[in-house]
């Protein structure tokens, strides 16, 4: 099989728990996991193929998943004994797939390699990068509580709630709102209290581009709020994200579109996609338009072009939203205190008529926009805390 998309694959059989997940009741489904094979044969066949020719590409992309999973055990069993210093090896590079095949850490038993795995090993494992490594910092979930505990929820309600909505629907926008009738009551783990305001403006049946500031993980919980009042409505997150199970499999099964910001072709192609759904479809999409998480409560960060030329681009208004700043958290001492964070819709912004020269001065119109408001909430809530509130960030 040239030319394999093999991250494409690795992504098609994380959608399909059955296939390798042995903690879920539908992995000894055994017509769910023909289905599921099914599924990805069709995927990856051609349009026209005859029973005996799907019955052969099943038997191959079986295998290939088989090696692709050995290799992944492989490495990890490498890097524990590099680890503890029981082991030498000649092999400096780490496995390409490595990290997006993270999600089997917890379901693959670590053991020794039998003859036959050994002979069944396919070329994966002498594949060498095609891209230079970068020495990004590596995303855990230990960097943020939040989405550990997030995580943690998402796993105890997955077989009895979330996944079978998910799977009989993947990719599906519906499917962030379900999901956020259950996982916002994460909310009350730390005891916040969330206010919508103006949330009209998301209710209007049309496309859109929401952008919106980006303070923590915890943005997420108060999306999980306003869900329900946008309707359809999708996220823009970066690829990294996906690799964060359960969260990033949940994410990707409620239609979040993940953008490889290494890979400036390919993420442009996929937010022509995404604009084009936008319109046809009705759907807002979200995005923080900061970049990053903006560890600095006092002010907003600079925002980048690309939701604004999203929705110039496709002639759709631009919604502000803006969370009031968090004040309950201090990330150096790990405080975390109760709270209050209020959300507030602003008017839409449209964008009928103008032109990407325009974009320049329509971001700074939204930023200033959005500006004032986020020091008009600043005061706000921290005005109505009681006296002996512990402050944990300087107003």
Same mark, same amino acid.
């Given at each position: 099989?040239d ?13 399909r728990p059955?296939i390798?997940?042995n903690?879920?009741?539908?992995y000894?489904?055994r017509?769910l996991k023909?289905?599921?094979?099914e599924?990805v044969?069709d ?10 020719q799907k019955?052969?590409?099943?038997l191959?992309l079986?295998?290939r998943?088989?090696s692709?999973?050995?290799c992944?055990?492989r ?5 524990n004994?590099?680890k ?6 000649n092999?400096?590079?780490?496995y390409i797939?490595?990290?997006q095949?993270?999600f089997?850490?917890k379901v693959?038993a670590?053991r020794?390699i ?8 396919s070329?994966?494992?002498g594949e060498?990068p095609k891209?230079k490594?970068?020495?990004k910092?590596?995303?855990t979930v230990?960097?943020d509580?939040?989405?550990q505990?997030l ?5 105890q ?19 962030a709102?379900v999901?956020s009738r259950i996982?916002?009551h994460?909310?009350?783990i730390?005891d916040?209290k969330?206010q919508?305001r103006?949330g009209?403006y ?6 859109? &581009?929401?952008? *919106?500031?980006?303070?923590?993980s915890?943005?997420i919980?108060?999306? %999980? @709020?306003?869900?329900e +009042?946008?309707?359809k409505?999708?996220a823009i997150?970066?690829k990294?994200l996906?690799?964060?199970w ?6 990707y099964?409620?239609g979040?579109?993940?953008i ?13 996609v995404t604009?084009e759904v ?5 759907t ?6 900061e970049?990053?998480?903006n560890?600095?409560?006092?002010k907003l960060?600079?925002?980048?072009k690309?939701?604004?030329?999203i929705?110039v681009?496709?002639?759709?208004p631009?919604?502000p &939203?803006?969370? *009031?700043p968090y ?5 150096e001492k790990?405080? %975390? @205190?109760?709270?209050? +964070?209020?959300i507030?819709?602003l ?7 103008l032109?990407?020269?325009?974009v320049?001065d ?5 930023h200033?926009?959005?500006t004032?408001?986020?020091?008009k909430?600043?005061?706000?809530v ?5 006296a002996?509130y512990p402050?944990?960030v300087?107003?």
């Amino acid at each position: 099989m040239d030319n394999f998309d093999t991250e494409r694959f690795i992504i098609e059989i994380i959608s399909r728990p059955s296939i390798w997940d042995n903690s879920s009741l539908d992995y000894s489904d055994r017509d769910l996991k023909k289905k599921c094979w099914e599924k990805v044969v069709d995927l990856f066949g051609e349009q026209e193929q005859t029973v005996e020719q799907k019955k052969s590409l099943g038997l191959v992309l079986q295998k290939r998943w088989k090696s692709i999973r050995s290799c992944y055990a492989r490495e990890v069993k490498r890097q524990n004994n590099v680890k503890s210093g029981s082991g030498a090896t000649n092999r400096k590079s780490e496995y390409i797939y490595f990290k997006q095949l993270q999600f089997l850490q917890k379901v693959v038993a670590i053991r020794e390699i039998g003859v036959e795995e050994e002979n069944s090993e396919s070329t994966e494992l002498g594949e060498r990068p095609k891209q230079k490594v970068t020495n990004k910092r590596k995303l855990t979930v230990d960097d943020d509580p939040f989405v550990q505990a997030l995580n943690n929820s998402i796993e105890q309600r997955r077989p009895a709630v979330i996944w079978p909505y998910f799977l009989l629907n993947p990719k599906d926008n519906r499917n962030a709102k379900v999901a956020s009738r259950i996982l916002k009551h994460v909310t009350k783990i730390y005891d916040l209290k969330w206010q919508l305001r103006d949330g009209q403006y998301l209710s209007e049946d049309r496309g859109a &581009v929401i952008v *919106s500031n980006h303070q923590s993980s915890l943005d997420i919980l108060g999306m %999980f @709020n306003i869900w329900e +009042v946008a309707d359809k409505i999708t996220a823009i997150a970066k690829k990294e994200l996906f690799y964060v199970w359960p969260f990033g499999l949940s994410a990707y099964l409620g239609g979040v579109v993940f953008i490889d910001r290494n890979n400036s072709k390919g993420a442009y192609k996929q937010l022509q996609v995404t604009s084009e759904v936008m319109v046809k479809k009705k759907t807002k999409i979200w995005v923080f338009p900061e970049g990053t998480r903006n560890k600095d409560y006092t002010k907003l960060l600079p925002f980048k072009k690309g939701a604004f030329n999203i929705a110039v681009a496709a002639q759709v208004p631009i919604i502000p &939203v803006v969370f *009031s700043p968090y004040y309950f958290i201090n990330r150096e001492k790990y405080i %975390f @205190n109760k709270g209050h +964070v209020v959300i507030q819709c602003l008017e839409p912004v449209p964008t009928t008529g103008l032109s990407m020269k325009d974009v320049p001065d329509l971001i700074q119109k939204i930023h200033d926009q959005m500006t004032v408001t986020y020091k008009k909430l600043f005061k706000e809530v921290l005005t109505d805390l009681p006296a002996d509130y512990p402050i944990t960030v300087i107003g």
